[in-house]
């Protein structure tokens, strides 16, 4: 888990499925990266990952996104794909591709 600050609190972020499943109980939308199009389904999915991942969350959804900055907007979606990344393991998927003959080049 990650530590980031936002709107003032440290606060830990993660990525598991009880994360996905919280951003479909926010957002109405069955989980998937198809889904993840808009502002503001990315920052649900920000918020399901910090509900999930502390004890409680000092401010509501709306709150976040009224009040938070560009640096904390950046960090929040960075560890937020980060821990999604981990959990999907995609650096060991993406080293497993087999390389293609002409050495990336189409």
Do not use: R
């Amino acid at each position: 888990m990650e530590k980031i600050t936002v709107l003032g609190h440290e606060l830990l972020v993660a990525f598991n499925m009880a994360v996905q499943i919280e951003f479909e109980e926010m957002s109405g939308q069955p989980f998937g990266i198809e889904t993840l199009g808009t502002q503001k389904a990315t920052m649900q999915l920000c918020y399901a990952a910090l509900k999930v991942s502390n004890e409680s969350v000092p401010f509501t959804f709306e709150e976040m996104v009224q009040g938070i900055n560009v640096e904390d907007t950046a960090a929040i979606k960075n560890a937020v794909t980060s821990a999604m990344n981990a959990w999907y393991k995609l650096p060991e998927v993406i080293e497993q591709q087999p390389a293609s003959e002409d050495g990336g080049k189409n």
